[in-house]
């Protein structure tokens, strides 16, 4: 049994603050050593529902956020580090993937109010919608999961995290760490509490895999993007396939969803140029 875990940081119980998040901040150990129980405890809970293999995905910011030597089962786990990944917090995610767990995810741009809550890069991205629904960062890459027919099992983060993955991952096991009050207050589980409640999700999800749906998002699929100006959106349109449809609106379609997503990346990597990025 095979665990693929992409895990972000602003989803993680404790915290609120981009202070916590930002290489170089303040309060950025912090923010790690919160964000490594919690992924810590998705191992733990995947290994004791039978996984055999977990592979993790850093896929915040720099996307190499923990110390390996302190992440636990190291005969079971590996890791993908770093940045300018071609397929970003996807990298990994593959037919060999039984199971995905999204650990520390947050809540979109376009949403309701979400700590931290962003689309990929809040710079260039003002909203995402796939075929019509708006979603945030787990949506599109629900993209990739439906492509290789490997269903979400375990989502963590707040309670709009989830109300926006839910239709994507319709039969996945889910934790609640905070409930959002702003953009930047929450009311949060203490991180203990946090910990056990995923490790136990994870134990449960990885037992009831077998179950699950496999594919949330039919083909063909549209990605709308909604971008912050004109000029963004002109410059998304330099990678092929990519339409623009509106002043500030781009759209990207196909019968591939797996390229549809890779499209995607190209424009936010491109577009971070025309964002100041």
Known sequence: MKIWISYDMEGVAGIVDWDQCRPGSDGYAQGCALLLDEVNAAIEGAVAGGATEVLLNDSHSRM???DPRAVVH???VRFITGRHKPM?????????????????????????????????????FTGARVNGTWVGESGINALVTSHHGVPI??????????????????????????????R?????????ESCR???????????RIPQMRDRSIDAPATLELDVATADMADVATWVGGVDRTATRTIAISGDDLLS????????NYITRQAGGR
């Open 64 to 66: 190499s956020n923990l």
């Open 74 to 76: 190291p005969d079971k």
């Open 88 to 124: 970003y917090m996807m990298q990994g995610l593959d037919s060999s993937v039984d199971g995905a767990f999204l650990v520390g995810y947050h809540g979109s741009i376009s949403g309701a109010p979400s700590v931290l809550s962003h689309t990929y890069n809040p710079e260039v």
């Open 153 to 182: 099992a375990l989502v963590t983060g707040d309670e709009v995290t989830w109300d926006e993955t839910e239709p994507f991952a319709p039969d996945a096991e889910h934790v609640v760490t905070k409930t959002s009050i702003t």
């Open 184 to 192: 930047a207050s929450a009311d949060a589980l203490h991180p203990t």
């Open 197 to 207: 409640r995923i490790r136990a999700a994870a134990q449960t999800a990885v037992e």
């Open 260 to 267: 549809v997503f890779t499209r995607f990346v190209a424009v």
